[in-house]
């Protein structure tokens, strides 16, 4: 039952990471804009260019991950409109159990 939230939380931890990580990159790569050089320059391009499709995916990644939410969340109201009484009793059913597990505390 925590296995979808707590893939939600380590898939919203890594994509804060990711982009942590991008922005350290750029910060970086401003940094040494002005370092001369061949070798300097060939990895600030190759740098660029990883950064640049690093963020793409990224972008990508949580378009996908939006509209997965979207559906999902258009699947459970369908649910809930096309069924009322068993999500009435399933919200009572959870509720029960929470009230249970807060109490023992």
Do not use: C
Not at 25 to 44: C, F, P, S, Y
Request: net charge negative; glycine share 4%.
């Amino acid at each position: 039952m925590n296995e979808p939230s707590t893939d939600r939380a380590s898939t919203d931890r890594l994509m804060q990471d990711l982009a942590a990580v991008l922005e350290d990159a750029d910060a970086l790569l401003r940094a040494t804009a002005g370092q001369a050089g061949e070798k300097v320059q060939q990895a600030r391009a190759r740098a660029e260019e990883s950064v640049r499709q690093a963020r793409e995916r990224l972008e990508a990644v949580q378009e996908d991950l939006t509209l997965r939410a979207r559906e999902l969340a258009q699947d459970a109201d369908k649910y809930v409109r096309e069924n009322p009484w068993r999500a009435i009793g399933i919200a009572a059913g959870v509720a029960f159990v929470i009230g249970i597990l807060v109490s023992r505390r």
